[in-house]
């Protein structure tokens, strides 16, 4: 891979997440409980509605946002640098076979990326034009 490859690869993930537009990584996803918890905090009347109304169990809400805000996945870095989701499969299986990109792989596209939940064809598409493109094309092509 050329140094060019390598610069762009710090900034997307084993699955083919770009770093840079993901929420975790962003900070979006803390800023945005911790304002939510704000607004709970200040507007009593949510509690009162939850609870009368059953619209929803706002003590579980509460502690969602409560771990959504101090909950810190990303560090601005990705997951190559151990930053991210620490029992992701897609990252735990391409460090185990010393690939960069799951489409390295003869298993492409694997049991994983088909039938997990989080991954699927949305994966497998940024993969396989990973794959096409090159690595700094499909960036610069996306993201500018």
């Not at 499969?89 to 390295?104: A, E, L, S, Y």
């Not at 990326?113 to 092509?141: A, M, P, S």
Request: glycine fraction near 10%; hydrophobic fraction near 25%; proline fraction near 3%.
């Amino acid at each position: 891979m050329s140094n060019l490859s390598e610069k762009f690869k710090r900034y997307v993930g084993y699955c083919g997440d770009y770093c840079p537009t993901c929420e975790w990584h962003t900070g979006k996803i803390r800023e945005s409980a911790r304002n939510l918890l704000e607004v709970l905090g200040r507007r009593l009347e949510l509690k009162f509605i939850a609870e009368k109304y059953g619209t929803c169990n706002y003590e579980e809400l509460h502690r969602a946002l409560k771990w959504l805000s101090s909950e810190i996945y990303c560090r601005g870095g990705n997951c190559r640098a151990g930053d991210g989701w620490t029992d992701c499969p897609i990252r735990k299986c391409c460090v185990t076979k010393g690939i960069d990109f799951c489409f390295q792989c003869p298993e492409f596209p694997c049991k994983t990326l088909t039938e997990h939940e989080l991954f699927g064809e949305r994966c497998i598409k940024k993969l396989e034009e990973i794959r096409d493109e090159g690595l700094e094309n499909w960036v610069k092509r996306n993201y500018g």
